[in-house]
């Protein structure tokens, strides 16, 4: 009874997964899949997740590759949870209460397991490092985890002490919660998705480079994670890196951009307004009124010889500060047409240079860190590969060029 059970609510908990940007599964799946191994910590476990996995992507009718590697992932992980449980001495909770640290084992191997898998084919597929996409993965899930983790132990008890009847009725709000998160899901990807629309019509005016504001985003996140800053505003700051070049979008702008000669004063100070125009822009949107500041001082510097109103120091929002690093890193690390990309050695002389002038020198200090330098490096190589530099056809004006990249250093 336990195996149709827990086979029919794991099927229809997989039926209603989505998938997520980074290849995990949206799904409570996890649920009836681990509770099952409460209850019959056995074969019959698999069994239930064997059947319930490849009835979810029979019905989905995806390609048998995939097919596979998902009901391969979810049993794989079930059997090494199982096992793991078994051996630090668990027992079906029919018969008593589960050992607590046999239980939170079973829980972490089910979870690592399937992550590592997913992170495996990102990694692979993108040629990302698997163990950072895994570590990432996990490190970003824990808070999750460890609110699914009593739940878990909650159904299984709940099921061993009051039967089927109760448990299916138990597992309609957990459906209906999964439903209701597979929407805000739905909305957030399509309003990420018109972000990269708006800045995919901002480089197709641009004669630089493309992919140049995805990259600055990442870079920026990653930067403000060596700052110490939390990961919810780091994910607003790396929204802002994405649409700090947004200003571009206005008409005015397009025949500067792509003016191949020498542009006059008053051309530049048409440029000079981008970052404002953009901030004006963005302002417009109530979600993003944390993000104007960053987008209107993403071209100061530290020294107060930036724009547009020479703000210096500690009164630059730290985000602008970020993007200000970030922007210039990628200006440097990129072919130009008029020259190749600076080498990983110069770029960091650059930056060291121009610590205290240019940019704030805490933040200097944390991006050359050893460590943390290392890992720039690594995220810079994979961020060519997902956003690869296409320069356009349109000759790139120097002076223009110097104007939002100073003499040394600078974003575009």
Avoid at 130 to 141: F, G, H, I, P, V
């Amino acid at each position: 009874m336990a195996v149709a059970f827990f086979a029919s609510f794991g099927t229809l908990a997989s039926v209603l997964g989505y998938r997520t940007a980074g290849g995990a599964s949206g799904t409570i799946g996890f649920l009836p899949f681990l509770s099952v191994a409460l209850v019959s910590p056995n074969w019959a476990a698999c069994v239930v997740v064997l059947f319930s996995a490849l009835t979810a992507e029979l019905l989905a009718k995806r390609a048998r590759i995939k097919a596979v590697f998902n009901v391969a992932q979810h049993v794989l992980a079930e059997a090494m949870a199982v096992g793991t449980y078994v051996l630090l001495g668990g027992r079906s909770m029919l018969d008593g209460d589960a050992a607590l640290g046999a239980f939170i084992a079973m829980v972490a191997v089910f979870f690592a397991i399937n992550r590592l898998a997913v992170s495996t084919v990102v990694g692979v597929s993108t040629g990302t490092s698997t163990s950072r996409q895994w570590w990432q993965s996990m490190r970003e899930s824990t808070t999750y985890d460890l609110f699914a983790s009593p739940l878990i132990y909650v159904y299984a008890k709940s099921y061993a002490l009051l039967g089927i009847e109760w448990s299916a009725v138990l597992a309609l709000p957990f459906l209906g919660l999964r439903q209701l998160y597979k929407q805000s899901y739905a909305l957030q990807k399509i309003n990420e998705e018109l972000l990269q629309l708006m800045v995919a019509t901002v480089e197709a005016q641009d004669p630089y480079t493309s992919g140049h504001s995805q990259r600055v985003s990442r870079y920026a996140k990653l930067i403000a994670k060596f700052a110490g800053v939390n990961s919810r505003q780091s994910s607003r700051i790396a929204t802002a890196a994405l649409l700090h070049d947004v200003g571009k979008i206005y008409e005015e702008f397009f025949p500067i951009l792509r003016k191949p000669g020498r542009l006059t004063d008053a051309e530049f100070e048409v440029m000079k307004s981008h970052s404002a125009k953009g901030a004006a822009l963005i302002a417009k949107v109530s979600h993003f009124e944390d993000l104007v500041p960053l987008i209107l001082h993403h071209h100061e510097a530290w020294d107060g010889t930036g724009y547009p109103m020479q703000i210096r120091g500690e009164a630059l929002p730290l985000g602008a500060r970020i993007i200000a690093l970030a922007d210039t890193i990628d200006a440097m690390s990129t072919s130009r047409p008029y020259r190749a990309a600076l080498s990983a050695a110069t770029v960091r002389a650059e930056l060291m240079s121009e610590s205290g002038r240019q940019f704030d020198p805490s933040l200097c200090d944390a991006v050359l860190a050893p460590g943390n330098w290392s890992l720039l490096i690594e995220e810079m190589e994979n961020a060519k590969i997902q956003y690869p530099v296409v320069h356009r056809p349109t000759p790139v004006n120097s002076r223009l060029e110097a104007l939002l990249i100073p003499p040394k250093v600078g974003g575009g």
